[in-house]
């Protein structure tokens, strides 16, 4: 190889070596800044390829892209003085690179503390003008709103941060109060239990008496109707007796008392005491039968 | 918290985790390396034959034709190299995010692809197979009770582009959204709905609230299904619940143990007042007939007596006395106020007579024997009677 070709080699080289120091790439996911000299002479930089004077320009490059950052459980008072273990969390990007440079120096981790005593503040406001119930049920969704309106405003001119949502993962409450609520729990279930029980008695209850009644009714219904039944027959009897007798009431007399006077007299034991008198002594005395009737 | 990141391409998991070998890392690591010693051996052979003009070498001087040969060899792996480098394949189940110079520029679909060495950056994502993240433990719910929810969230990516270029994190920004949407799901509901018939609603509703924090992060992930996979009230208070169960069923087993009673009681009732109704038609049935019959026979009897009234009348008359007289012990007493019965506290009398009188069981009712005790016992009769009126002749008879 020729001492020529050598130097064009090494030329070639150099010339790489400019350009490809005098080139960047900025990916679709970050945004980039220009310092020269610590200064900053080009800022929000986009993705894509792009140009720098090497070794005096120095770029950096900051991940835009949305970070969700769990914060620090902590305690908070609701209005009623009641404690509370919150468990939030933080999505946020960089919204403005050059103020997130100055601001925090390109550290994530600087950011994301002082986006955690921000937000540690504002929950703990938010928390102090509301009821346990409200932060627990109704009031979630207003109140992160609220704290991330008011975060948002300033942390956009202070740190070049926008944040796009501040959710609480959990709220607890602390081991002292979780047993006060498992007692309470217990008894609200107690109360239940014996509420079913009652409730089981009072139907059964109910159902028994109503089986009673329609017991009772029934039988005195058909009572009610035996009698009137029996009634019928009785007056139906009558009148036939009724009907035949008055053919000759006084020979019904007679026959009616002959048949008493057999069915009445019917024992041995039965003792009579007869007048001498009487129509069936009446021949008792003379044959003419006028002692008796005389 | 458990995240379930499926095997495989580790790409998908941190594709910027290797920022600084960015482009670097599409080809097997070990090709370079293969290629030196390749070098390394092509090198050692062509040295040793040296002097040996190859066909490789075009117009080289004998001492620098090894070296034109290397050269040329070197180019051709080289560009070898590059046209390797410049295809990739996409699997089905994945999608390929390009960026040229940096910026965003396609979505390739699967395939073989091809792409320019260096200038461009392939992220593969895998979007079909469905990922899952869980969130379980103990919440507040609307009244201020504690539950154990235990909840699986199923989930894809829906768009790799966004998957990549616009959240860091998206599996964290997810279980941390997924712990979010549930613990405010739950926290607007009540104890009993989250324990038992608002459990779907309560994953409907996770899943909505999931899905919009997603889509305003941008992250890119579409929820599949979200699962409510057991609610239980606190291990600490879980046998206060399974006494209310308990409960339940003892109010269930006196119902039924009522309703058993009134199986019993009301059919019986109804079976007892069919008796008293059937018994009462007997006996009207058997009433009107007695009458009938009884009626049938006196007139049958009145027939006759119209013939020969005052004979019939005196048969009848003496047939009964006779019968009556027959079947009785008989006092006949004449007093003054004739056809007068009267009634006298016998049966008294009879029953001291028949205690002394026991040796003869049969004959103290045979009023006909002579005996002494009924003599005595008349005589008792008749002093009663005198006391009652005094004019009055009495006498003795059988």
Not at chain 1, 22 to 32: C, D, F, K, L, M
Not at chain 1, 59 to 77: C, G, I
């Amino acid at each position: 190889m020729s001492p020529k070709a050598v130097l064009g080699l090494a030329g070639a080289l150099i010339v790489v070596l400019i350009v490809s120091s005098s080139v960047y790439i900025i990916p679709e996911t970050h945004r980039g800044v220009l310092l020269r000299f610590g200064e900053l002479i080009e800022t929000d930089i986009p993705a894509g390829l792009h140009f720098k004077v090497p070794v005096i320009d120095q770029v950096r490059e900051f991940d835009v892209r949305v970070m969700t950052n769990d914060l620090p459980a902590r305690q908070y008072l609701t209005i009623e003085k009641k404690p509370l273990d919150v468990d939030s969390y933080i999505a946020w990007r960089i919204q403005d690179v050059d103020q997130y440079y100055r601001a925090t120096g390109g550290d994530e981790l600087n950011a994301i503390s002082l986006l955690s005593s921000r937000v540690d503040n504002g929950l703990r406001d938010e928390f102090g003008v509301r009821t346990m119930h409200e932060v627990v049920s109704g009031q979630r969704d207003e109140l992160m709103e609220k704290l991330v309106t008011r975060i948002d405003e300033t942390l956009i001119d202070e740190l070049g941060v926008k944040v796009l949502d501040i959710r609480v993962k959990a709220i607890e409450l602390p081991q002292s109060v979780s047993e006060n609520v498992y007692r309470r729990m217990r008894t609200e279930r107690e109360k239940l239990a014996q509420e079913f029980r009652s409730r089981g008695r009072e139907l059964a209850e109910g159902i028994r008496a109503d089986a009673d009644r329609q017991r009772t009714v029934v039988l005195a219904e058909a009572y009610s109707k035996a009698e009137t039944t029996r009634g019928e027959g009785d007056g139906e009897a009558a009148s036939i007796y009724a009907d035949a007798y008055q053919a000759d009431e006084e020979f019904y007399r007679f026959y009616r008392s002959l048949t008493a006077y057999e069915k009445t007299f019917t024992n041995k034991d039965d003792i009579m005491v007869i007048d001498s008198n009487s129509d069936f002594m009446r021949y008792m005395e003379n044959l003419q039968g006028t002692g008796a009737n005389r | 918290m458990a995240w379930n990141e499926p095997g495989g391409n580790r790409n998908d998991n941190d594709p910027w985790g290797s920022g600084g070998r960015r482009g670097g890392d599409q080809g097997p690591p070990d090709l370079d390396e293969a290629l030196r010693k390749g070098l390394d051996k092509l090198n050692k052979l062509l040295g040793g034959k040296k002097g040996g003009g190859m066909s490789g070498g075009s117009g080289n001087g004998g001492s620098s034709s090894g070296f034109g040969a290397v050269l040329a060899i070197l180019g051709i792996l080289i560009v070898g190299y590059v046209v390797y480098q410049s295809f990739y394949t996409v699997d089905e189940q994945e999608r390929a995010v390009v960026l040229r110079f940096g910026k965003y520029h396609t979505t390739e679909n699967p395939g073989l692809r091809f792409k320019v060495p260096v200038i461009d950056n392939v992220t593969k994502v895998r979007v079909t197979n469905v990922r899952t993240a869980e969130s379980q433990g103990q919440m507040l719910t609307q009244d201020e009770n504690l539950v154990s929810v235990d909840l699986q969230v199923q989930y894809r990516v829906e768009n790799a582009r966004d998957y990549v270029l616009n959240v860091r994190d998206s599996n964290q920004a997810l279980a941390f959204a997924t712990d979010s949407a549930l613990r405010h799901e739950v926290g607007s509901a009540g104890l009993d709905e989250v324990l038992t018939e608002g459990r779907a609603a309560l994953a409907i509703n996770v899943e909505q609230r999931l899905q919009n924090f997603l889509q305003s992060y941008g992250t890119g992930l579409q929820i599949v299904k979200v699962n409510v996979e057991s609610t239980q009230p606190p291990s600490a208070v879980q046998e206060a619940f399974r006494e209310v169960q308990r409960a339940k069923e003892d109010e269930q087993r006196l119902v039924e143990e009522a309703e058993t009673y009134r199986n019993k009681v009301v059919p019986e009732a109804r079976g007892r007042a069919q008796r008293m109704i059937e018994e009462a038609n007997a006996y009207k049935e058997e009433v009107i007939e007695k009458a009938n019959g009884e009626t049938a026979r006196f007139v049958q009897l009145l027939n006759v007596y119209q013939r020969s009234p005052s004979v019939t009348r005196d048969r009848m008359y003496l047939d009964t006395m006779q019968n009556v007289f027959a079947n009785t012990s008989k006092v006949l007493v004449n007093t003054e106020n004739s056809n007068n019965m009267m009634y006298l506290p016998l049966d008294r009398l009879v029953g001291q007579r028949s205690n002394t009188d026991s040796s003869s069981a049969a004959s103290s009712s045979d009023v006909s024997g002579s005996n002494t005790d009924i003599d005595q016992l008349t005589d008792q009769v008749l002093d009663e009677i005198r006391l009652r009126s005094n004019n009055s002749s009495v006498r003795r008879g059988r």
